[in-house]
């Protein structure tokens, strides 16, 4: 075989390497992220109170986030008090409808029904970055853990949903029942 077939089968093998590597990046799957407005118990009634998160939900490791958020946030029909923000060093991995998602917890709030009626819990708008990452490994040293490397940064906005719930007022209570509680009747 002469020396210019073999640089030729050599450079087509290189070239068809190559456009199988883009080909499998261009199969890649895209950066997505959605956020979900989780409550811990459904409030029925004037008065109760419960917490809300917000979690973001991705299919790459958070990075970082940002969003603009009020300590105190006054809503038609109750108050939301904030807790805080949520940190992206907390993220775990999680099972979403047989798909593997990194989550974590971007708000808290703490929900007080003050008046009957409908009350909508607002949505709130997320600035995300997703991180494509590479393990690195020290072939030099066993006891050492593989490190992660970030590669890429990928810019996602995502918005979470507005939540409305249906609040009335308290049922009055009988006299049986206050008489169990150990109160008096008069």
């Excluded at 990928?154 to 509680?181: D, F, G, W, Y």
């Amino acid at each position: 075989m002469s020396t210019f077939t073999a640089r030729t089968l050599l450079l087509s093998f290189l070239f068809l390497l190559t456009g199988a590597m883009l080909f499998a990046q261009s199969q890649e799957e895209k950066p997505t992220s959605y956020a979900r407005v989780e409550l811990s118990t459904t409030p029925k009634y004037v008065g109760d109170s419960c917490l809300v998160s917000i979690v973001l939900y991705g299919n790459r490791p958070f990075v970082e986030f940002k969003t603009k958020a009020s300590a105190h946030q006054r809503i038609k029909g109750g108050t939301l008090r904030w807790i805080g923000n949520g940190n992206v060093n907390d993220q775990e991995q999680v099972n979403d409808n047989g798909r593997v998602m990194f989550a974590f917890v971007a708000q808290q709030y703490v929900l007080r029904c003050e008046s009957a009626g409908k009350l909508l819990i607002p949505s709130q708008k997320f600035n995300i970055q997703l991180g494509t990452y590479a393990v690195e490994e020290n072939p030099y040293d066993f006891f050492a853990p593989t490190r992660l490397r970030l590669i890429r940064r990928h810019a996602v906005s995502t918005k979470s949903p507005q939540q409305t719930l249906e609040i009335t007022e308290r049922p009055k209570r009988t006299t049986r029942e206050v008489m169990r509680s150990g109160q008096q009747v008069i």
